[in-house]
């Protein structure tokens, strides 16, 4: 059974930086891409960044190409996102999902079956 556990959100203010963990288990790691999502106050869930199971492909939706940058470390089972220069509107809940395929980085929710219970991070203004 895979399993995605998420850590590193927080309380911030506008400008800061947060770093987010997710630590992978059940499954070899490294044959599979990761992602990052995101759900704010009243919003739909959306795409932030995926990165591919090798780290050599990675994508990012257009409101945080810049300051986030996705990585993993495929020894450690773990994947990260760097936040700089958070905005309030930057606040959600952050997920980290997985596929079932490995196929580059996917930004398509509806291509990843496995999910964290998420880690909130709120930046204020």
């Known amino acids: 059974q895979v399993q995605l556990v998420e850590s590193g959100g927080g309380l911030v203010h506008s400008g800061a930086s947060l770093k987010l963990s997710c630590f992978s288990s059940?499954?070899?790691?490294?044959?599979?891409?990761m992602g990052w999502f995101r759900q704010g106050p009243r919003k739909d869930r959306e795409f932030v960044a995926a990165?591919?199971?090798?780290?050599?492909?990675?994508s990012y939706a257009r409101f945080v190409k810049g300051r986030f940058v996705i990585s993993r470390d495929n020894g450690k089972n773990a994947t990260y996102l760097q936040m700089n220069s958070l905005k309030p509107e930057d606040t959600a809940v952050y997920y980290c999902?997985?596929?079932?395929?490995?196929?580059?980085?996917?930004?398509?929710?509806?291509?990843?079956?496995?999910w964290g219970q998420g880690t909130e991070v709120t930046v204020s203004s």
């Open positions: 999902a997985t596929p079932s395929l490995d196929f580059g980085a996917p930004v398509d929710a509806r291509e990843y079956s496995y």
């Open positions: 059940g499954r070899t790691f490294s044959k599979y891409p």
């Open positions: 990165i591919s199971s090798s780290g050599g492909s990675t």
